[in-house]
């Protein structure tokens, strides 16, 4: 039976902290839904993360990156074109702010085969079912992909309000605060919690001031 796992890579944001990965966690809750295998590799609090993603992808069907314009970039880059020089046939997945921002450039880079722009939770289900039945990406609002050469974006998704949307997978992160809540930890799929369990400690972690604003230098995409 062929192996129904989705490999997501969160970047770091070249700092030491961990920040949660929250927009794959709202589109893992499709996927597991739909019956997909969800592995979350975390550069910031993963020990030799590129090993771990290569290892993953062995028997996975693709590999995505959530990302904005900035130092997510650079890891970015690296983990797409390792993936892609080790696994050619497995489609390299790219959504978030970036992506959506500039998905033209975004997409021209010879490591990159899919881009989601928007809102990506329906988009990424519908993404992994074609790349399962080895089937075009033709027809999936909001997204972009390449075929004979050429980059082709279908029609823009609609936007749903976030009420209509599911809820964020959390049972897949394991929220371990610390230092003063200024620390998340995450363990992917090995230490999921249920999500009633993983819901109180989202609560408590955003209770204790774990979020923390950011700002980002505007970097791009170099071939």
Known sequence: MRSRKIVFFFPAFSSSEATAPLGILALATPLLRAGFDVRIVD???TPNFRSRVIEELK???CLA??????????????IARLAKSLYPDKPVILGGWHPSLLPDQTLAAGYVDVVVQGQGEEAMLEV???VEAGESFEG????GYKEDGKLRFNTPRTLKPIRELPPKAYQLADFDVSGGGRRCHFG???RAR?????WR???QAGARGIAAARSFRYEFFKA
């Open 43 to 45: 550069s910031t609090i």
């Open 59 to 61: 028997d996975a069907l």
């Open 65 to 78: 990156v959530s990302l904005v314009t900035g130092p997510m970039i650079r890891e970015t880059v690296q």
């Open 128 to 130: 992994a079912e074609r």
């Open 140 to 143: 999936i609002p909001g997204v």
């Open 188 to 190: 992917g799929v090995v």
């Open 194 to 198: 249920p999500p009633l369990a993983a």
């Open 201 to 203: 400690r989202v609560a």
